[in-house]
Each structure stands twice: as structure tokens, then as C-alpha cells.
């Protein structure tokens, strides 16, 4: 095989540095736009101020408490609020990264129709056409995971107005299993909230409580209190499929595939009395479930074994029944979601309408079904009138007919347009766009995000 030649030669080399080089000061030009001062500045602002305000922002449909600091009107950095029982003054990635995605170049501007840019008028004649004199009984509107009271309270004047239309909410990522389960060991729907500050063992069998989540940063600082306040360490066993932040903080770990995690759990629960019968498993997870239930029997209501969400419910409440058994710092609590329909039904019920056509308007608030759903996309072309509603252009709002701006989470906008006043609160689902996509039946309309996006 003859030797490897560089193609590229030093002096074409150096042509290529001197190239970059340019274009990097090219790109640092003057932009190509008039830059204005701020006209009518509010009363008490002092330029170069620095503001905090304390507000909140929501992962999975659940609110977290933040610190926004403010400069000259424009947040530029989220900080914990230490009151907070979610946040404890501490952040994650996720908090972190809802900066970004306010200044997000490629955030929607403007409503998108099925002819492109759209107008709001057309919009406004085409569910008059469907909703004028009707029940809503072909309107469903689709959400995310929503607890909050103010958006829960225009969803029930929307039906009020519309008695017959449906609110369905759908969570990528749910507690449908664990939920099922907790019915079955207590007969009913409760939600498993683990002290780790007062563990002194803690078993996680495909279980991940160190890390992505609604409730990673007060799980963590528990965990992590509890370790420093206690002469001897918590020790962490993890049997996982793959690693995860708990598993990298273990003192023990071992691999298992996620078919075999109710059988570690039966062995668990046979050293505590339950007949479970036998389990093959591989060396090292055996070894490991001994050296944990030898541990678990001697740290009585110090000792926690946490499933993970995606076990089967059998295994959940087999779980529940562990944790009894070892009287496990745990506390069961009604779920804070106020729908009881397992979101895997709400989705699967949802698409058996759309494609039987009985769904004529569909409107998407949050969330990213076509990409997250299987067959989402194919039922949702047989809806006649199809409205997303985000901050971003994704695979829903790419099927939709109708694409609607919503105000971000940390937003608060105030302008008038058309000879109108359109307020924009605190959108963090878009209940501004829900008030702009109906409230025009009203004698006197308020927009939202969608009209003030749109301009003068």
C-alpha cells in the first residue's frame, strides 16, 4: 500500500487561515438594521440597573421557582429561589437553558397559514364557520401536563363557552406505570415522594433520582444533605440498563436489562418474607442484590428502593410493598396532576377520534406529539382545522394548518396595535394564545402573543 499524501499544501494552507479570517470580521459588521434608543423610558429605571424578580418556570407541566435577574428590561440570567421547595435556590440544565431559548433566533414571529404568512382575520372567519352556534363537540384541545390554576381556569371558561368540546393532555414522558401502580398496593392513585435526607441505604432498580427531571434539584440537595449530615456515607446501590447520573454516584453498581428488573425486585422482596420465587441473574447484579438486602434488613426505616417509571405496575406495587415492609422515609401523596386519565388512553383516544372524523378543530398547545406519538401525524391530517401553538417550528406545527406565536415564560409584553390594547401575560403553556384563538367571539376582545407578534 503506498504512503498517504496530504493534498493540502502549507501555502494552501496559510490562503485558507488568511480566507477565515476575513469572513470573522466580516461577520462582526454593523448590523443592517436602524438601532433606536429607548424613547419613553418607564418611571424608576436606571440604565445598566440590575433587577430581581422572582418568578417561575415549568418542566413536565410542574412550576419551579427562579430568580430572574433583569438588566434594562432584558432577563440574562435565572438563578434557584432559595424558597422554593423544587428549586432550594439551585438550577439545572433546563432552567439554564430557558435563557436561550427566549433570545432563540429562530423563535416563531409571526402566525404561519396554510398559504404562508397568515392573517389572523382568516383565521378568526375559519373558526367562525366551525364554532359559531356550536356546542364544540368536534373542538379538542391538546396540552401538555398542566397544573396551573390560572391556565386550568381558562380551560374551564373554554367550556363553559363550549360545553361539548374535550381538554386532552399528553406528557411525552409519564407516570402512567407508577401511578397504576401505587392503585394497586393502596387501592388508590398516589404519588411517591422519597425523603433521601433521611436514608441511610438506598436501592434504585432502573431508577434514576439524581438525574433529569422536575424534581432533580430537591431530590440531589437531599441526597446530598443527608450524606453530610450523617458520620457515616448513604450507600447507593444501582441496578440500571444503562448510566445514568445515580448510577455514576453509586457505591455499587451493575448492569441489568430492564426486562430483568422485577426479578431483582422479587429477590429483594424474598429476603424480606415475600414469596417471590426463584430469579436467574447474571453474577455481578446477584452479588449485588445481596450485599443490598443484607443492608436493607439492617437499616429499618432508614432504607428507601426506588423502580423505575417505566417498570411494569406489577412491579411498582411490589415495590410499595417493599418500602412497607421497611418502613421506608417515604411520603404518599395525591397526585399533583388534576387529570386522572393515564396519558397513554388520553393520546390513543384522542387519535381513535381524529381519524373516525370526529375531531373537525384541533388545537396543540405545547408539546410535540408528531414527533412523540406514532401515528399521530397520519390521524392529524384528517382534521380539518389544525392550530399549533409555540415558541418554535416543529414536526406538529410543520402538520398543522395554522402556526400560532405564544409568549415565552419569562415574557411580559404590553403595545398596542390596530387601534387596539393586546396584552401579553406570563404565557408559560400559552393561555394567551388560547385567549387569542377564541376570545374574538367576545364583544370585546383581548389578543394575545399571536396579535401582538404580528405588529402594528
Same mark, same amino acid.
Given at each position: ?35 433606536? $434608543? ?45 424558597? %422554593? ?95 397504576? #401502580? ?25 431508577a434514576d433520582p439524581l438525574g433529569p427531571g422536575p424534581e432533580q434539584v430537591a ?6 444533605? #443527608? ?43 424474598? #429476603?424480606?418474607?415475600?414469596? *417471590?420465587?426463584? *430469579? ?35 412491579? %411498582? ?8 415492609r421497611l418502613a421506608a422515609p417515604v411520603d404518599w401523596i395525591a397526585p399533583v ?32 406529539? *408528531?414527533? %412523540? ?71 370585546? $376582545? ?8 404580528? #405588529?402594528?
Amino acid at each position: 500500500m503506498p504512503p498517504l499524501r496530504a493534498t493540502l499544501d502549507r501555502r494552501d494552507a496559510l490562503r485558507l487561515i488568511a480566507a477565515g479570517a476575513v469572513a470573522s470580521l466580516a461577520s462582526c459588521q454593523r448590523p443592517k438594521e436602524r438601532l433606536v $434608543p429607548q424613547a419613553n423610558q418607564p418611571d424608576g429605571e436606571v440604565p445598566g440597573n440590575v433587577r430581581l424578580y422572582s418568578t417561575a418556570i415549568t418542566l413536565s407541566g410542574y412550576a419551579r421557582g427562579v430568580t430572574g435577574r433583569v438588566v434594562d428590561g432584558r432577563p440574562i440570567k435565572l438563578e434557584g429561589l432559595a424558597t %422554593h421547595p423544587a428549586s432550594l435556590g439551585a438550577t439545572d440544565v433546563f432552567a439554564e437553558q430557558a435563557i436561550l431559548d427566549l433570545y432563540d433566533p429562530q423563535r416563531l414571529r409571526a402566525p404561519v397559514g396554510p398559504d404562508g404568512l397568515g392573517d389572523l382575520d382568516a383565521l378568526r372567519l375559519a373558526l367562525d364557520r366551525r364554532l359559531d352556534r356550536s356546542d364544540g363537540r368536534g373542538l379538542r384541545l391538546l396540552t401538555e401536563r398542566v397544573t396551573s390554576p390560572t391556565f386550568l381556569a381558562r380551560v374551564a371558561e373554554l367550556k363553559r363557552r363550549f360545553p361539548a368540546m374535550r381538554h386532552v393532555r399528553y406528557e411525552a414522558i409519564d407516570d402512567d406505570r407508577a401511578l397504576a #401502580g401505587s392503585a394497586l398496593a393502596h387501592g388508590r392513585r398516589l404519588a411517591m415522594r422519597p425523603r433521601l435526607a433521611d436514608v441511610d441505604v438506598i436501592v434504585a432498580l432502573d431508577a434514576d433520582p439524581l438525574g433529569p427531571g422536575p424534581e432533580q434539584v430537591a431530590l440531589a440537595r437531599a441526597w446530598s444533605e #443527608g450524606r453530610r449530615a450523617r458520620d457515616r456515607r448513604t450507600m447507593l446501590f444501582v441496578l440500571e440498563p444503562s448510566m445514568t447520573a445515580t448510577g455514576v454516584m453509586a457505591d455499587r453498581r451493575a448492569a441489568l436489562h430492564p426486562a430483568m428488573i422485577g426479578d431483582a425486585l422479587r429477590v429483594l422482596a424474598g #429476603g424480606l418474607g415475600a414469596e *417471590a420465587g426463584d *430469579a436467574r441473574l447474571p453474577a455481578s447484579a446477584a452479588a449485588l442484590l445481596r450485599t443490598a438486602s443484607a443492608r436493607l434488613k439492617r437499616a429499618q426505616g432508614r432504607a428507601v428502593l426506588l423502580v423505575g417509571r417505566d417498570q411494569p405496575a406489577e412491579v %411498582h406495587a411490589l415495590a410499595a410493598w417493599v418500602n412497607a415492609r421497611l418502613a421506608a422515609p417515604v411520603d404518599w401523596i395525591a397526585p399533583v396532576d388534576p387529570d386522572p386519565t393515564p396519558h397513554g388512553e388520553a393520546i390513543a383516544g384522542l387519535m381513535t377520534e381524529m381519524t373516525s372524523g370526529a375531531v373537525d378543530t384541533l388545537m396543540v398547545m405545547g408539546g410535540n406529539p *408528531a414527533y %412523540h406519538v406514532p401515528g399521530f401525524a397520519g390521524a392529524l391530517a384528517r382534521v380539518p382545522l389544525s392550530i399549533s401553538c409555540g415558541t418554535l417550528a416543529d414536526e406538529t406545527s410543520a402538520r398543522c394548518r395554522w402556526t400560532l406565536p405564544v409568549s415565552h415564560e419569562l415574557e411580559s409584553v404590553a403595545r398596542r396595535a390596530r387601534g387596539r390594547r393586546y396584552r401579553v401575560g406570563r404565557a408559560a403553556a400559552g393561555p394567551s394564545a388560547l385567549r387569542h384563538a377564541f376570545a374574538h367571539r367576545a364583544a370585546r $376582545p383581548t389578543c394575545g402573543a399571536a396579535c401582538a407578534a404580528v #405588529g402594528p
